[in-house]
């Protein structure tokens, strides 16, 4: 998602873009820029989240890629995104370009047993070396710009914070149909959660909250969207257990330009992360939205909310779960927070501001060649 923010805000800046990737997902054409991708010696049609051995091939595939492409093609700059920065760094000295480095997630969010957490140390050593060795370093949220800092040795760091995942608004039409669609009664109140099902999201805590809920509030519905077929059978059959499964749905995946409906169709949206220092994509869907927000009182979660846009909740399962009861008793607080919300994404979260914010970054770095900046990203 934020790459191809980044590729639409480079290409309407006039820059010449060729975007080197992963082999899966969905082809798209704009103007000005070239999709390049790496072969699929695995067959896979999804790639999770966080480090794997499949992964790790596929970046020995980009770099075997870049170099032909750099041997081949004049670029300004090369901007590497995540694990990928320490190869923008090495095509950058190969070609002479120009690196950037962006930085999207703290690894210690994605720690889950040794062998993970082995790689994740190594990758850290990597991270600081392309912190090091870029020509600028880009950050979603501040607490990644502190960690980038604190390692950087001067390399300069720039704050370009995340935005909504979609640039396109909720149609009335369509709120009014999914709100028909997915409550039983006039009186339900939706509570919905937008998300992976990995450990730092969560949702166990969530799962654990639910019953508490319904036991104060039988009249609140609970939407799941995000997961694996298995991760939502698992699920469906823990809230089985509790006797609370018919008041939770599992929507499954919703591409990005579908969300905003859900989102804008529900009355309070829910974000349990339980870790981390980036700031969680889906609040800025939260935030355009206008919907009330119950979130768990963590960094991740304070970076953009505070007590106007948000009910905050310890993260433990009582205190979540009053936090819900509070807002699902309260329609006027409810709206209230979305309304802050709102005027908080208008003022601050969009796309003409994430543009500008890269266009400086690019127009800081020196220009070794004289040509126009373009870009190889993934």
Same mark, same amino acid.
């Given at each position: 998602i934020r790459v191809r923010f980044n590729i639409l805000a480079l290409a309407g800046a006039g820059c010449s873009v060729d975007l080197l990737t992963l082999p899966v997902g969905k082809g798209q054409k704009i103007e000005g820029v070239r999709i390049i991708r790496v072969g699929n010696p695995f067959r896979v049609q999804n790639i999770p989240i966080g480090p794997s051995l499949h992964k790790a /091939?596929?970046?020995?595939?980009?770099?075997?890629?870049?170099?032909?492409? /750099?041997?081949?093609?004049?670029?300004?700059?090369?901007?590497?995104?995540?694990?990928?920065?320490?190869?923008?760094i090495m095509l950058s000295r190969l070609s002479g370009a120009r690196a950037i480095f962006e930085k999207h997630s703290?690894?210690?969010?994605?720690?889950?047993?040794?062998?993970?957490?082995?790689?994740?140390?190594?990758?850290?050593? /990597?991270?600081?070396?392309?912190v090091r060795y870029a020509d600028a370093v880009i950050c979603t949220g501040k607490g990644l710009v502190r960690q980038a800092r604190r390692v950087g040795a001067g390399t300069p760091v720039y704050h370009i914070f995340d935005i909504p995942s979609s640039l396109v608004d909720a149609r009335a039409k369509n709120i009014a149909r999914l709100r028909n669609l997915l409550r039983?009664?006039?009186?339900?109140?939706?509570?919905?959660?937008?998300?992976?099902?990995? $450990?730092?999201?969560?949702?166990?805590?969530?799962?654990? $909250?639910?019953?508490? /809920?319904?036991?104060?509030?039988p009249q609140a519905r609970f939407l799941i969207i995000g997961g694996s077929r298995s991760e939502i059978a698992d699920c469906r059959q823990r809230l089985r257990e509790k006797g609370v499964d018919l008041a939770v749905s599992f929507l499954g995946k919703?591409?990005?330009?579908?969300?905003?409906?859900?989102?804008?169709?529900?009355d309070i949206l829910l974000s349990t992360r339980l870790s981390g220092v980036n700031t969680p994509l889906k609040l800025l869907d939260y935030l355009k939205a206008g919907r009330s927000i119950v979130a768990t009182d963590v960094e991740a979660n304070r970076l953009i909310l505070d007590e106007e846009t948000a009910q905050f909740a310890a993260p433990d399962a009582q205190a979540l779960a009053r936090a819900m009861i509070t807002l699902i008793e309260d329609g006027g607080r409810r709206e209230r927070f979305g309304a802050a919300g709102r005027k908080l994404y208008e003022s601050r979260?969009?796309?003409?501001?994430? $543009?500008?914010?890269?266009?400086?970054?690019?127009?800081?770095?020196p220009d070794q060649t004289g040509g126009d900046h373009g870009s190889i990203a993934r």
């Amino acid at each position: 998602i934020r790459v191809r923010f980044n590729i639409l805000a480079l290409a309407g800046a006039g820059c010449s873009v060729d975007l080197l990737t992963l082999p899966v997902g969905k082809g798209q054409k704009i103007e000005g820029v070239r999709i390049i991708r790496v072969g699929n010696p695995f067959r896979v049609q999804n790639i999770p989240i966080g480090p794997s051995l499949h992964k790790a /091939v596929f970046d020995l595939l980009i770099l075997a890629k870049g170099v032909q492409l /750099v041997l081949r093609n004049r670029y300004d700059v090369i901007h590497g995104i995540e694990e990928t920065g320490i190869i923008a760094i090495m095509l950058s000295r190969l070609s002479g370009a120009r690196a950037i480095f962006e930085k999207h997630s703290d690894p210690v969010s994605y720690r889950n047993g040794f062998f993970r957490n082995l790689i994740l140390t190594v990758y850290r050593w /990597v991270e600081t070396l392309s912190v090091r060795y870029a020509d600028a370093v880009i950050c979603t949220g501040k607490g990644l710009v502190r960690q980038a800092r604190r390692v950087g040795a001067g390399t300069p760091v720039y704050h370009i914070f995340d935005i909504p995942s979609s640039l396109v608004d909720a149609r009335a039409k369509n709120i009014a149909r999914l709100r028909n669609l997915l409550r039983r009664g006039e009186d339900e109140v939706l509570l919905t959660y937008v998300g992976s099902f990995a $450990a730092y999201q969560g949702l166990e805590l969530l799962l654990a $909250a639910i019953p508490l /809920v319904i036991a104060r509030c039988p009249q609140a519905r609970f939407l799941i969207i995000g997961g694996s077929r298995s991760e939502i059978a698992d699920c469906r059959q823990r809230l089985r257990e509790k006797g609370v499964d018919l008041a939770v749905s599992f929507l499954g995946k919703r591409a990005p330009d579908r969300l905003p409906n859900y989102l804008a169709a529900s009355d309070i949206l829910l974000s349990t992360r339980l870790s981390g220092v980036n700031t969680p994509l889906k609040l800025l869907d939260y935030l355009k939205a206008g919907r009330s927000i119950v979130a768990t009182d963590v960094e991740a979660n304070r970076l953009i909310l505070d007590e106007e846009t948000a009910q905050f909740a310890a993260p433990d399962a009582q205190a979540l779960a009053r936090a819900m009861i509070t807002l699902i008793e309260d329609g006027g607080r409810r709206e209230r927070f979305g309304a802050a919300g709102r005027k908080l994404y208008e003022s601050r979260y969009t796309f003409r501001e994430y $543009a500008r914010r890269l266009a400086v970054c690019y127009a800081s770095l020196p220009d070794q060649t004289g040509g126009d900046h373009g870009s190889i990203a993934r």
